[in-house]
T-cell receptor, first 114, second 114 residues
């Protein structure tokens, strides 16, 4: 079964700092990859997704993620964070050809100080 | 408006008192699932359903039941709740798994079992 690791559990940044959140998965086959965001008190929303094609994926609100197959990674990036990016971020994987059941990472809590 | 709804949003109950959390989606999605979210553990899948009358266990099914009699509804049933089921619960739906997989989440139900 696939697993997802998010190594940064808590990240604290100042506004305008650059962000990179790590996500690694364990599955040798084809995968669909997702980043979800959960703003305080709200439900999860999709930030971006990768199914195939260009490994650099751009999502909403200036976020992007790069799929590096050789490293089994799908790190989330943003060049300049804002206070409104304070949220919890979840990486998720669906193994194509497997059970198609999504596996979520444990989440990374991001706090951005104004 | 396309959405996933859950009721109730907040519930405080006592050990052993049966309860049901409802989930409904208006997007004609085939796939629905239930997650619980606990601090430091991220999202863990409880049950999922591929379609009407097709349900299966996720990672943490103990103490929970589900049913899928209609495509739009996927209630979560706790026959005899216990304090360790105190958590934040999310229902989610997806058009289908293969090739898509983006999940739409409900607003969450915060359950406290005393």
């Amino acid at each position: 079964a696939q697993s997802v690791s998010q190594h940064n559990h808590h990240v604290i940044l100042s506004e305008a700092a650059s962000l990179e959140l790590g996500c690694n998965y364990s599955y040798g086959g084809t995968v669909n990859l997702f980043w979800y965001v959960q703003y305080p008190g709200q439900h999860l929303q999709l930030l971006l997704k990768y199914f195939s094609g260009d490994p650099l994926v751009k999502g909403i609100k200036g976020f992007e993620a790069e799929f590096i197959k050789s490293k089994f990674s799908f790190n989330l990036r943003k060049p300049s964070v804002q206070w409104s990016d304070t949220a919890e971020y979840f990486c998720a994987v669906i193994a194509s050809g497997g059970s198609y059941i999504p596996t979520f990472g444990r989440g990374t809590s991001l706090i951005v100080h104004p | 408006e396309a959405q996933v709804t859950q009721n109730p949003r907040y519930l405080i109950t006592v050990t052993g008192k049966k309860l049901t959390v409802t989930c409904s989606q208006n997007m004609n999605h085939e796939y629905m699932s239930w997650y619980r979210q606990d601090p430091g553990l991220g999202l863990r899948q409880i049950y999922y359903s591929m379609n009407v009358e097709v349900t299966d266990k996720g990672d943490v099914p103990e103490g929970y039941k589900v049913s899928r009699k209609e495509k739009r509804n996927f209630p979560l049933i706790l026959e005899s709740p216990s304090p360790n089921q105190t958590s934040l619960y999310f229902c989610a739906s997806s058009l289908s798994l293969a090739g898509f997989g983006e999940q739409f989440f409900g607003p969450g139900t915060r359950l406290t079992v005393l």
